[in-house]
């Protein structure tokens, strides 16, 4: 019969698997299952293997060692004799059995059915006995075996196995019971093993074959011996980390071992199982190996693909993917060769570079890469030297420098292009070895340039000036027709400052010293340096654009300034009123608005409502009148702003600073929203900052209630009421409770009735708003109430009782928030401030020896 769990079948393995057998008390194997059968368990040492027959009322124990808890070698061996207190015997007097070849039996008759502890122990008796034979008598050290009922054993001795005893003491069951794992407490284990010397005198004995030993730091080290006595480190078990060390390295082969370091896998065979296999375990993983072959390559191959190879480094060092035979250093066998990503790529050195040394950043072409980016195929060395795109943009091959077009077996080194048909239709290149130009198959050379002298033929022969519609030429260039026209991306006319040294040609002006009328983008622009004027379609309302000052003097007319002209007629004037005053004219209002040029006042009749805004003040806007950073405008008196319907009144793009005058009493900003229900001031975007002032006693203070959507965040909240002894000259503030959770608190008094008991009723929200209800209650009497929750928080209500009747108690219950507004919006008791609150000197709440800091700290995030 086979037992429940296999690894009980080998007596021998006992050892190793000692501290895996605390979990198989209940594993008890029936007795009598089949006739004439036995069944066996292993022991907890070498031999010691206990069994028991059908129907038997006795066990068998075999020869055998063990080690019992105090580390006394405990030896049952043939010849020798065993104590046990059965049958009849007791602790005090023991009787001895035999032990034979099979073993030795332990009777079990005269024991009351039950569960009970096979053991072996060491024990010492005095008196006579027969052992190895003979008659001796004295003391005697034995092993001890003993039956003990479960519930009475100590736990000092060895377990065999665990019995269960029919009627009559008959073995009803056997088990391995409870393990204990018993060891040997020392600091280093020596491995010694036989040495056989011949020679004159020949000798058998024992030397240091290796030992194991305690690192002082925590872990184990094996040394080995070799045959010279000297010893070296083959295994380390680091005790923190955990880490193995083998400092001879590992090799698994079936021949000698001389590997010097790290891992080796050697066979004489050649494929996948003959190497190092990678494997994961999880759902659509795959199994990989690498082995050195027999041809002399490394293989990676996939064992889930028939093994096949997936990369392959053959003796040479060619590296083949996709192949068995590489070609060159790399070869790639399949449909194509990819390199992806923010660096992809192929790269290739100059053939005449030192050993086609890999150089980082090429200056002169020693190394080139083909990369693709924004739709380009790129040659890059240093720089892009040559893109290719999909042609759609007009770009199919762009070079960013000069571009070499050599003679070849032609007649001329050149670009021919082709429009359309499939002939070609221009050339432009060399006529000869000194002249360049343009050539139409038709034509001839039309235009052609002396490469020496720079000057420029046409077909009609003319040198010198050039005429184009005329057949005298007035100027370098005569262009006689409806108009002349320069286009293309660097079309323009280009003139030079009279006053210039002859007339010189200056490449990047700066003085105005040449001049390009050119266009771009709709406009007409005037350049010299930078654009100095642009005139546009006036489309966009930019028919003139003039980027930097632009200066309008008085003429014959009374002032200088710009008309506007709406549709018809001149409807505004923009300029000097007189020498001092700068401002608006309109034909109808006359001088509207008007600015002191000396003092900046600004003087106005009226100020009307806009389409969009009424009035707009922007620093960024008026930087001709005022630097950014100040004020943009300064009105004196009152300013009444009035905006349409569904329109801003005023709106202000930058700071605003609104101080009173000294010792006024007008109230700084006044917001008074006019149709009930709507909102005075809306401030999106940013906290509100409000800092008390010198003699006041609040940074904001509120005549009505003040409503928060969100948490409402300070560093304290205090309430502040009249004194009610002095309310005409003090003031009495406490301090609200506070707690690291959204407490709730309810109280109130009782009193209970005859029995000492009283229900509190609270109000029906209580539950559906607070929950993880405590209580405390207090009793008024004059001698000492116990008061007690007898019945908590349910349906609105709970109960107490006193040991004394009619008793006044005082009750508070508090709880914790959780509606659904609290629980989205959990107080965080503990948190880091955010990374731009952690600068040295600011604090949310500074002591009160450290001054404020000179900016507001951004709350923002709290």
């Excluded at 907890?44 to 070698?73: M, N, Y």
Aim: hydrophobic share 35%.
């Amino acid at each position: 019969m086979a037992l429940a769990r296999s690894r009980y079948t080998q007596a021998n393995n006992y050892s190793s698997e000692a501290q895996n057998c605390a979990d198989v008390d209940n594993y008890l194997i029936p007795v009598g299952m089949a006739a004439n059968s036995a069944l066996h368990i292993s022991g907890v040492a070498d031999g010691l293997r206990v069994s028991a027959a059908r129907d038997a009322a006795e066990v068998k124990i075999s020869p055998g060692t063990a080690l019992d808890s105090q580390g006394r070698v405990v030896v049952v061996a043939e010849g020798g004799v065993v104590v046990t207190d059965a049958p009849g015997g007791t602790a005090e007097e023991p009787h001895t059995l035999p032990v034979q070849v099979e073993g030795v039996a332990l009777p079990t008759t005269g024991r009351e059915p039950g569960d009970y502890r096979l053991t072996v122990s060491w024990r010492e008796i005095e008196g006579s006995f027969e052992v190895m034979g003979t008659q001796q008598s004295g003391l005697l050290q034995a092993p001890w075996l003993r039956l003990v009922p479960a519930a009475e054993s100590t736990g000092q001795q060895v377990l065999l196995a665990q019995l269960t005893l029919g009627t009559g003491g008959v073995v009803t069951g056997i088990g391995v019971g409870s393990r204990r794992a018993t060891g040997v407490t020392a600091e280093s284990l020596e491995l010694r093993r036989p040495l056989l010397e011949s020679g004159a005198v020949p000798s058998v004995g024992q030397v240091t074959a290796a030992g194991l030993a305690a690192r002082p730091g925590g872990g184990v080290e094996l040394n080995v011996v070799s045959a010279d006595g000297s010893g070296q480190l083959a295994l380390a078990v680091d005790g923190a980390s955990r880490k193995v060390r083998i400092p001879a390295g590992v090799e698994v082969d079936s021949g000698p071992v001389d590997c010097s370091g790290g891992i080796r896998v050697s066979s004489t065979a050649s494929g996948f199982d003959t190497g190092l296999q990678l494997r994961n375990t999880a759902s659509g993983s795959r199994t990989y190996g690498m082995y050195a072959g027999a041809d002399g390559g490394w293989h990676l191959c996939d064992k889930d693909a028939a093994s096949r190879d997936r990369l392959l480094v053959d003796q040479a060092g060619n590296v083949a993917i996709g192949s068995a035979q590489p070609k060159r250093s790399l070869h790639v066998e399949g449909t194509e060769v990819h390199s992806g990503g923010s660096a992809g790529g192929f790269s290739f050195a100059d053939r005449t570079a030192a050993s086609g040394a890999f150089v980082e950043n090429p200056t002169a072409g020693q190394r080139w890469r083909w990369y693709a980016q924004g739709g380009h195929a790129r040659l890059w060395s240093g720089t892009d030297q040559i893109a290719i795109g999909t042609g759609n943009d007009g770009d199919a091959l762009d070079v960013p420098r000069r571009m070499r077009v050599r003679q070849g077996s032609d007649s001329s080194a050149g670009i021919w292009f082709r429009q359309n048909s499939g002939t070609d239709n221009g050339l432009v290149g060399m006529q000869d070895t000194g002249h360049i130009g343009l050539y139409g198959p038709n034509a001839g050379w039309g235009l052609v340039m002396d490469t020496a002298s720079g000057k420029v033929r046409l077909s009609a022969g003319l040198e010198g000036n050039v005429a184009i519609g005329s057949a005298q030429p007035k100027r370098s260039l005569h262009v006689e027709g409806t108009e002349v026209h320069s286009g293309g991306s660097a079309g323009g006319f280009s003139f030079a400052d009279r006053t210039a040294a002859s007339g010189a040609f200056v490449e990047n002006p700066t003085a105005g010293q040449r001049w390009v009328w050119y266009a771009q983008g709709g406009h007409a622009r005037l350049w010299s340096g930078t654009d100095q004027i642009a005139i546009g379609t006036g489309n966009d309302g930019d028919a003139l654009d003039v980027p930097r000052r632009m200066r309008v003097r008085q003429g014959s007319d009374l002032s200088a300034g710009i008309w506007f002209r709406q549709n018809s007629g001149n409807n505004g004037f923009v300029g000097m009123e007189d020498n001092t005053h700068v401002g608006f004219w309109g034909s109808g209002a006359n001088w509207g608005l008007s600015m002191d040029t000396t003092s900046g006042k600004v003087r106005t009749n009226s100020l009307e409502t806009g389409p969009l805004n009424a009035w707009r003040v922007d620093t960024g806007y008026v930087n001709t009148v005022t630097s950014p950073g100040y004020l943009a405008e300064s009105v004196e008196g009152s300013l009444n702003v009035q905006g349409h319907v569904g329109y801003n009144a005023l709106s202000v793009l930058g700071p605003a600073n609104l101080t009173n005058h000294a010792g006024s009493a007008y109230t700084v900003l006044n917001l008074t929203q006019q149709t009930p229900g709507y909102l005075a001031l809306d401030v999106n975007g940013g906290p509100i900052v409000v800092r008390r002032s010198a003699g006041s006693s609040y940074s904001i203070w509120a005549a009505q209630a003040v409503y928060s959507n969100q948490a409402l965040v300070s560093r304290d909240h205090i309430v502040t009421v009249d004194h009610p002894l002095d309310p005409a000259n003090k003031t009495l503030s406490h301090s609200s409770v506070q707690a690291p959770d959204m407490t709730t608190q309810y109280d109130g008094t009782v009193v209970t009735d005859e029995q000492g008991e009283a229900t509190v009723y609270l109000p029906a929200y209580v539950e559906a708003f607070s929950r993880d209800f405590r209580y405390q209650l207090t009793p008024i009497a004059d001698r000492p109430v116990v008061a007690t929750v007898v019945r908590e928080l349910r349906e609105g209500s709970f109960t107490l009782r006193t040991d004394a009747p009619a008793t006044k108690v005082c009750w508070q219950v508090s709880g914790k928030r959780h509606d659904a507004w609290a629980r989205e919006n959990r107080l965080v008791a503990e948190a880091d401030k955010p990374g731009d609150e952690q600068k040295t000197g600011e604090f949310a709440m500074p002591p009160a020896t450290t001054p404020m800091p000179a900016t507001t700290p951004d709350l923002r995030g709290r």
